[in-house]
């Protein structure tokens, strides 16, 4: 164990995975401080920097990739935390580049510690890097087995391989699973009998990851045996993308392949051949498979080819295939000519950042590979050019060179500063009727980002953020929120009817907008869409939590296989991969521990104590790396103490397969498949499990798909 005692850390991980256990149980068991980070710094790093700083933290968890970005913002903004002396990665192949090497100088005597384990065992290898950053090798090995682990390399015919040969990664010892839950032909294939016959050692988990056993003992990483690669934490196979590419009509061949970066940053992009006599646009086909694969999934390029090329053994030559480009992508032959410096200088940015030459202004940023982290980057780039700090969820509404320079010369504003929660999440057409979507228990809208525009390109759609989100006294109540999003939008509407929508507390806030736009003569074009909206007053709400008695246990476990069995199947692989040890679930042992308890506790007592900024005598507002935590208690009082009426119209509900009040801020649980909602709906309620977790559910493809269909 290289964890230094009493140390102060940073929770990063999100309790719902496994390395948050690490965080916490290696934090207490040394006599550590654990500091808990809202989801929002977690994401920005610079918020994470100024934590790490304020907060004089000496050890961190976190990906590579989260990693690279924090690297990156603490070069630009010239602040490093210098009292961070431990920080632990995995998740994603360690890459250690001038920029990670000259991080770690500014910060002495530190060290990386680069570990490796699946979830099916957590963590299993660690290599530590220490001492003077210029001597770490660029792709450092995972390390060796820990204490009561083995790491197998075994060959085809499941023989041990000597040093320096190639194999497949097997995993024993005391840390291993017992499988996978209510999937035992899952658990069959990947946990197998120990073919070397040693006692101790009975089962192995067969990882799909190869590598090599170096002369000193430790391992190199190798890659995946089946291709799979991870893009932004999700494990992805790319036969599954060729797989819904083989589908759409015109298609003689394709492959995916997962490009990277020099930053190492992996995107996907499916290259193609055509039938002969047929065509196929590329921007279509990328549509296409919006609508067929996860957000995650959708290849940031889709290119044609005349052939697929092979090398002398028979191999697809990757290195032989075009790079993805302008010239490749659906922004072919647009003209790029910026009409100010600030468009040209942003342009100079995009170029930098997604490694693409000539790209033209109307250009979408996500549509170019840009994700997530990029996006992180690119503002950090604008803040330090422009001196204006724009936030994530502008790229919500405004995702273009054009746009992003429009609002940089006028002083960062955005369109609709006129109100103080409607945001515009696409434009749309005038045609067209809009859609309004109301928050969900953070308040914020950038959560709709991917659903808006995974619609029709004609469908206007806007969001209601939480008022409070400004830093002032936001609305306490649903009737309040109800009535101050009711008024932005018939001052907005030019016509009289209009669409509706809302995402967790948001679906209870949305029926009262509806109720009161109705009043009002506004029409409201067919059913409400609602995301995991839960209702607290319905009577299959158990507000404690179900371990407490047998019966509760076998009700819980009955309902959990009710929504499973309405899961669609491609939904259900991804519930099942996830591991769950037979005694009840690394969740159901986490709400068993006391001092959990007792962290939760604390979390709720802190939450209490905010002050109450923009109200009152005070007139204070809310800084904003407390303005989550504000809207959270805020909206958990508001769906506490409101009994809502059922709504005489229709209603269209998407489930996640989330099944626990903690996932939705609360306690207990629903002993209902759709958490008591139906009972709100007088009119047709349609109802489909689509997956995913509670926080994800408005980014599952099928959702877009169906609501696409249903606004023809």
Request: glycine share 10%.
């Amino acid at each position: 164990n290289t964890f230094k005692p009493a140390a102060r850390v940073l929770q990063y991980s999100s309790i719902s995975f496994d390395v948050s256990f690490q965080e916490i149980t290696t934090t207490l068991a040394s006599g550590g401080t654990l500091h808990l980070i809202g989801n929002d710094d977690r994401k920005d790093p610079r918020k994470l920097l100024d934590q790490l700083v304020s907060q004089r933290i000496e050890r961190l968890f976190l990906p590579y990739v989260a990693m690279r970005s924090l690297v990156e913002a603490a070069h630009m903004i010239g602040t490093y935390p210098e009292i961070l002396k431990e920080i632990i990665t995995a998740g994603e192949q360690l890459r250690v580049d001038d920029a990670v090497r000259s991080f770690f100088k500014q910060i002495e005597q530190s060290s990386l510690d680069n570990q490796y384990g699946p979830s099916e065992t957590h963590v299993i290898t660690a290599y530590l890097l220490e001492g003077d950053p210029v001597g770490w090798p660029d792709l450092p090995p995972i390390g060796a087995p820990l204490k009561n682990t083995s790491v197998y390399i075994l060959d085809e015919m499941m023989c041990p391989v000597g040093v320096g040969e190639e194999g497949e990664l097997y995993l024993a010892g005391r840390n291993l699973a017992h499988g996978y839950l209510h999937s035992e032909e899952s658990t069959r294939k990947s946990f197998i009998p120990n073919p070397l016959g040693i006692p101790q050692r009975p089962v192995l988990y067969k990882t799909g990851d190869l590598g090599a056993f170096n002369a000193d003992g430790s391992i190199s990483f190798l890659g995946r045996k089946d291709h799979q690669v991870k893009i932004r934490g999700h494990r992805v196979e790319p036969g599954e993308i060729n797989n819904a590419t083989s589908c759409f009509p015109g298609i003689a061949h394709c492959l995916t392949h997962a490009a990277q970066n020099s930053d190492g940053i992996l995107q996907l992009v499916t290259y193609f051949t055509v039938k002969q006599g047929e065509e196929v646009d590329p921007w279509v086909l990328r549509r296409y498979l919006e609508d067929k694969l996860p957000d995650y999934m959708v290849p940031s390029f889709v290119i044609a080819i005349d052939v697929v090329p092979y090398t002398p053994s028979g191999k697809v030559d990757f290195k032989a295939l075009p790079k993805p480009a302008i010239g490749n992508s659906q922004y072919a032959g647009e003209e790029c000519e910026y009409e100010s410096e600030t468009e040209e200088a942003l342009a100079d940015l995009w170029s930098k950042l997604l490694e693409l030459e000539r790209i033209p202004r109307s250009a979408e940023f996500f549509e170019l590979g840009g994700d997530s982290f990029r996006a992180v980057t690119l503002f950090l780039h604008i803040q330090q050019r422009f001196g204006i700090e724009l936030p994530l969820s502008t790229l919500a509404h405004t995702s273009t060179i054009a746009g992003l320079a429009g609002l940089l010369d006028s002083g960062g504003t955005p369109d609709l500063s006129d109100y103080r929660s409607l945001q515009m999440l696409q434009k749309g057409t005038d045609e067209g009727i809009p859609l309004f979507l109301v928050h969900g228990g953070k308040g914020n809208v950038l959560v709709f980002s991917n659903f808006a525009h995974s619609l029709d390109p004609k469908q206007p759609v806007y969001a209601l953020q939480w008022s409070g989100w400004d830093g002032g006294r936001g609305a306490r109540s649903i009737p309040e929120m109800a009535l101050a999003y009711a008024s932005e939008i018939k001052r907005f509407l030019v016509g009289k009817t209009c669409r509706l929508g809302g995402n967790c507390i948001g679906g209870l806030i949305a029926i009262e907008v509806a109720r009161l736009l109705s009043k009002d003569g506004v029409g409201i074009d067919g059913p409400l869409l609602i995301w995991d909206a839960p209702n607290l007053n319905s009577p299959f709400y158990r507000p404690q939590e179900p371990w407490g008695s047998k019966k509760q246990l076998t009700a819980f476990e009955r309902m959990k296989e009710a929504l499973l069995n309405h899961t669609p199947e491609h939904a259900q692989a991804a519930i099942e991969t996830e591991p769950a040890v037979h005694s009840g679930g690394l969740v159901g042992f986490l709400q068993r521990l006391p001092y959990l308890r007792k962290m939760v506790q604390w979390s709720k007592a802190q939450c209490k104590s905010l002050p109450v900024y923009g109200a009152g005598l005070t007139g204070r507002k809310v800084p904003m790396e407390l303005r989550e935590q504000h809207c959270i208690r805020t909206m958990l009082s508001a769906v506490r103490r409101h009994v809502v009426q059922p709504y005489e119209g229709d209603m269209l509900y998407f489930r996640s397969h989330s099944v626990l009040g903690r996932d939705f801020g609360m306690t207990g649980w629903w002993d209902d498949l759709y958490l008591g909602f139906d009972e709100l709906c007088e009119g047709d309620f349609e109802a489909h499990v689509v997956g995913a977790k509670h926080h994800l559910v408005t980014d599952v493809p099928e959702i877009a798909a169906t609501v696409r269909r249903m606004y023809k």
